[in-house]
Nanobody
Framework: QVQLAESGGGLVQAGGSLRLSCAAS????????MGWYRQAPGNERELVAN???????TYADSVKGRFTIARDNEKNAAYLDMNSLKPEDTAVYYC???????????????WGQGTQVTVSS
């Protein structure tokens, strides 16, 4: 069993900053990628940022230059530093990870429970 635990959401004024954290736990052999998606009311879930094994990092155009994703391999964790936040960044943010469990050959995708980020104008 694998679980993703998120933390760090909240209410912030426009221009402010927040840091989201996501830690994976359980029967983990390897993490092949980790990242963040977000979903605002009435919108589809969209990629915010992720890293893939091998070093590739991807950002949505709307967050480039403002958000930074970081990883901690020892803690099986990922972090999203969000700066210069805008009201349009308001959404539920979900951690996402592609994980191979110990003893299995296949990789599965896991999701966190989501954390609300609200940016007031």
């Amino acid at each position: 069993q694998v679980q993703l635990a998120e933390s760090g959401g909240g209410l912030v004024q426009a221009g402010g900053s927040l840091r989201l954290s996501c830690a994976a736990s359980g029967n983990i052999f390897s993490i092949n990628g980790m990242g963040w998606y977000r979903q605002a009311p009435g919108n589809e879930r969209e990629l915010v940022a992720n890293w893939r094994k091998g070093g590739r990092i991807t950002y949505a155009d709307s967050v480039k230059g403002r958000f930074t994703i970081a990883r901690d391999n020892e803690k099986n964790a990922a972090y999203l530093d969000m700066n210069s936040l805008k009201p349009e960044d308001t959404a539920v943010y979900y951690c996402n990870a592609d994980i191979t469990r110990s003893g299995l050959l296949a990789t599965s995708t896991y999701w966190g429970q989501g954390t609300q980020v609200t940016v007031s104008s």
